[in-house]
């Protein structure tokens, strides 16, 4: 099985970036757990990010031609305003898991809005880094 981490904008700077919102764990310690977790499950992982929507695009594209069996996806700000990236998630057709660290619901009115949701089987809000694993488990288990 191999599943594709996808991250957005700004999730690089994870413990830099409001740590009272995101925390203080940086995004090198997400991929640590996220890998040590796909690990111990024999699933191979493959983690990209990127602050911008086309390459963002590229990343779900390449994820069909690489076979991948599922996406975990934190499209960050792109949540709220990508077309682009709900219709490449529609094209590859493959299984695609939405992540937010923070409870978006709790947060300001424009980040009630998904477009990613429209397709997403799940979504999972406001578990931290945790919401990543339970994002794979979810995957695993249904493929």
């Known amino acids: 099985m191999k599943i594709l981490v996808l991250n957005g904008p700004n999730l690089n700077m994870l413990g830099i970036r409001e ?6 764990k940086t995004y090198a310690d997400l ?5 040590e977790h ?5 699933i191979e ?7 911008h929507e086309g390459a ?8 069909y031609f690489e076979k991948c069996d599922g996406i975990v996806i934190n499209p960050g700000a792109y949540t709220h305003t990508s077309v682009a990236l709900l219709d490449a998630l529609k094209a590859v057709a493959i299984p695609a ?3 937010h660290i923070s409870d978006i ?3 300001e009115g424009f980040r009630q809005i998904s477009y990613i949701s429209n397709i997403a ?3 999972i809000k406001g578990r931290g880094f945790e919401g990543y694993l339970e994002a794979v488990d979810y995957l695993a288990g249904r493929l």
Do not use: H, M, W
């Not at 992982?45 to 602050?51: E, P, R």
């Open 97 to 99: 898991v939405e992540v």
């Open 121 to 123: 089987e799940k979504t």
């Open 56 to 63: 963002l695009v590229d990343y779900i594209q390449q994820a």
């Open 45 to 51: 992982v493959i983690f990209k990010q990127s602050n």
């Open 19 to 24: 740590p009272d919102i995101y925390g203080r």
């Open 105 to 107: 619901d709790a947060r």
């Open 38 to 42: 796909c690990e111990k499950k024999n």
């Open 31 to 35: 991929i640590t757990l996220i890998r």
